[in-house]
């Protein structure tokens, strides 16, 4: 079986590279051998490759700078998956593609489920939920695994900054009206493997579609900040702010050019319905994280 990751470099990439490795013969690309941006570069790549599976963490993911720059961010976010979609299906290929809590606004009371409506609020939002649609209108083929709250022991995320602000900062002000649930690189690399391989063993019943795949569990921006500062004292790190130092505030004090989902909550009912996982809580994936990090 011939794999194709994109986006090795980041934080998803590098997680999936070691994960699909021992299913298949992996090749991994980066920006630089494969930039999404461009369509030209994407059929030759693949036309080459000739791959059974494609598995796409590339996107654009500056959030806030992509109000600015919607160009690009709609031509890796948007454009890309399209194109993946329709050399995916001349291919007779999977492709496994990852989007976002950002295609809901945010507002249900109710944790969102695959058949929600979307309605995204920001640049980001509406190009990763363009791309869902471009690249569902592509290929049957597919896997579309929303996610939120990425997290991973490689690249750049939310615990790592406020481990790095607490040992500046004595105190620390952190954002407690958005709700969602840490997930950690390692669990959705984990379900991407297992979804590979019960692929290949069923494909002509596989199950195609799209899923949400988040820990189990929920929680706020700054009680996530003070479990991350909490578990790093207790593991022996020395640290300016500890838990109590570290202060509730509204997102509207915090503001930012893009706006962000009040609640991150998705359902994985359907996923575990459909293939049996059920998810660990959001607290494990961050405790395997930070052990690494530590």
């Known amino acids: 079986m011939r794999i194709l990751i994109t986006g090795k470099d980041g934080q998803l990439g590098h997680e999936l590279v070691h994960a699909l490795a021992p299913i298949g013969e992996v090749t991994s690309l980066g920006r630089q051998e494969l930039d999404l941006a461009h369509p030209d570069a994407i ?3 693949l036309r080459q490759i000739r791959p059974d599976v494609i598995v796409n963490p590339a996107a654009y993911t500056a959030v806030d700078r992509a109000e600015s720059e919607r160009d690009l961010a709609t031509r890796v976010n948007a454009t890309a998956p399209g194109i993946l979609g329709a050399e995916a299906h001349s291919l007779g290929a999977l492709l496994i593609h990852y989007s976002t809590d950002y295609v809901f606004d945010g507002a249900q009371a109710t944790p969102y489920r695959e058949t929600d409506d979307a309605n995204p609020q920001s640049v980001y939002g509406l190009t990763k939920y363009q791309g869902e ?9 597919h896997l579309i695994l929303r996610t939120s709250w990425v997290l991973g022991a490689h690249g750049n995320n939310f615990a790592k900054t406020m481990l790095r602000l607490a040992s500046e900062r004595n105190e620390l002000r952190v954002v407690a009206d958005q709700i969602g649930a840490p997930t950690s690189t390692a669990l959705l690399a984990r379900v991407t493997a297992d979804l590979v391989v019960a692929h290949a063993t069923s494909s002509e019943n596989f199950a195609f579609g799209t899923y949400h795949v988040v820990a189990a569990g929920e929680t706020h921006w700054c009680d996530y900040a003070r479990f ?4 790093a004292q207790a593991a022996g790190k020395t640290l300016r702010a500890n838990p109590e130092a570290i202060h509730p505030i509204s997102a509207a004090d915090y503001p930012t050019a893009a706006k962000r989902p009040a609640s991150s909550r998705l359902s994985t009912e359907k996923l575990f319905r459909t293939f049996g996982w059920k998810m660990p809580p959001w607290q494990d994936a961050v405790r395997s994280v930070l052990q690494q990090i530590l």
């Open 43 to 45: 059929r030759r790549v």
């Open 133 to 141: 649609q471009a690249l569902a209108a592509a290929t049957r083929r």
């Open 228 to 231: 991350v500062v909490a578990e």
